[in-house]
């Protein structure tokens, strides 16, 4: 449903996406993920015709952006960092108007207006005045706004990332409800979020393709189980004894805290307890945990 092939933007000597290439599937979430300057919003900007490539071949829904660009508006919806509205509208009447700009017949955008507002649960508000909107209700009337020509693909450029933790929630929720009928391309930086909704995972650092896997996948190859612990004081022996055992993939020490990262949980829970209890340490505090999406990413664009 999204393609790119060679995709490089430079302004002047400033090359901003070097070799971008990526390709994604038909319905689902994808998580388009880099810190502030990584090359996310030219890279939505090209995907969605508002700005164009160096080079390299983009399509959407098999389209052409650049030979297309007049087709693509029926088949992809947009949602930018910074929606804008005529604050004296109402919610409804912003979505006539809309409907409008796409040449739908009044009936047909009488119809998909209530829908979609009830769907992003804006309808209570259809006749007060967006500027009365939080910025919750703000985000959530974009994303009406970006379904009314019922595209296939759904672009947001950072969602939530303005959002206080309520209305965070209520957008990831109605995230999770449009992706199981259609493509939704979501860039941000706020990784816990894309870990709750994303089906497949596209990292962008400097410019580049860091990684483009399943969230699946993803799991299998890097999450693996860490076993976080304190000690009454520090142990200088413990860390040696700890690299010296093959289920022990890393081993850190900040003081008398440690962090085990392991390959088989089951024998290092029965082993651990016993080693820290052979070299004379004095257990406060020991947990099991997993790495995250963060962590992933750290060690990808850090590598």
């Not at 939505?44 to 389209?63: E, N, Q």
């Not at 009406?144 to 296939?152: C, E, F, Y």
């Not at 093959?246 to 082993?271: M, P, S």
């Not at 257990?283 to 850090?302: C, P």
Request: with cysteine; proline share 3%.
């Amino acid at each position: 449903m999204l393609e790119c092939h060679g995709l490089t933007k430079s302004y002047g000597r400033h090359e901003v996406l070097k070799e971008v290439s990526f390709s994604v599937g038909e319905v689902g979430c994808v998580g388009f993920l880099g810190a502030n300057g990584a090359g996310k919003t030219t890279t939505i900007r090209i995907l969605t015709g508002l700005a164009r490539p160096t080079s390299g071949v983009v399509k959407v829904a098999g389209l052409d952006v650049a030979k297309e660009l007049d087709q693509i508006s029926h088949v992809i919806g947009y949602c930018p960092q910074h929606p804008a509205f005529y604050q004296d509208m109402t919610g409804q009447e912003w979505m006539h108007w809309v409907g409008g700009l796409f040449h739908l017949e009044k009936k047909i955008i009488r119809s998909k207006t209530e829908e979609l507002l009830k769907l992003c649960r804006v309808y209570e508000a259809k006749d007060r005045a967006i500027g009365s909107y939080s910025g919750g209700m703000k985000q959530r009337l974009a994303i009406a706004q970006a379904l009314i020509n019922s595209p296939k693909v759904l672009i947001l450029d950072e969602p939530v990332s303005a959002l206080d933790p309520m209305g965070r929630k209520d957008v990831l929720t109605l995230i999770e409800h449009l992706k199981q009928e259609m493509l939704i391309f979501m860039s941000t930086h706020i990784l816990d979020d894309i870990e709750r909704v994303a089906d497949h995972i596209i990292m962008i650092n400097s410019g580049k393709i860091e990684m483009s896997s399943s969230m699946k996948q993803i799991k299998e190859d890097y999450i693996q189980p860490v076993i976080e612990f304190q000690l009454e004081q520090q142990d200088t022996k413990l860390l040696a004894l700890l690299k010296e055992r093959d289920w022990v993939e890393e081993c850190f020490e900040t003081g008398d805290a440690y962090q085990v990262r392991v390959n088989d949980q089951q024998i290092a829970l029965k082993e651990l307890p016993r080693l820290i209890t052979e070299s004379g340490g004095v257990l406060l505090h020991y947990r099991l945990s997993k790495l995250t999406l963060e962590d992933i990413f750290m060690k990808v664009v850090n590598a």
